[in-house]
């Protein structure tokens, strides 16, 4: 008996306690702020993390020369003199045949 007592009194003590936060207009502005503070901070680590593969690609195109070029070549579609580009046909759904009939 005496626990039930005592979880009914920890039940009314969480429901005042959330009505006071819920209704107070600081307790309100604390907590918009902690979410807002959260969003900020996963931003924050995304454009962390986007700018060290940035400065990694910069490294790489600061001291490796066959890096720009692969990335010249794949990316604006670039052939050196003497090169030769190969393009392949792609084969359609039907077994490879383009006639329909």
């Not at 060290?52 to 690609?57: G, S």
């Not at 393009?87 to 006639?99: A, D, H, I, P, W």
């Amino acid at each position: 008996m005496n626990k039930k007592k005592r979880s009914i009194y920890i039940y009314i003590l969480l429901i005042i306690l959330l009505t006071y936060l819920i209704f107070n207009p600081t307790a309100r502005k604390i907590f918009s702020r902690y979410v807002e503070y959260y969003k900020l901070s996963s931003n924050l680590e995304l454009a962390e993390q986007s700018n060290l593969e940035y400065k990694k690609r910069l490294y790489y195109l600061e001291t490796k020369p066959s890096h720009m070029e692969r990335i010249v070549k794949s990316e604006l579609g670039v052939i050196s003199e003497g090169e030769v580009e190969y393009r392949f046909n792609q084969e359609t759904k039907n077994g490879g045949n383009t006639n329909e009939n």
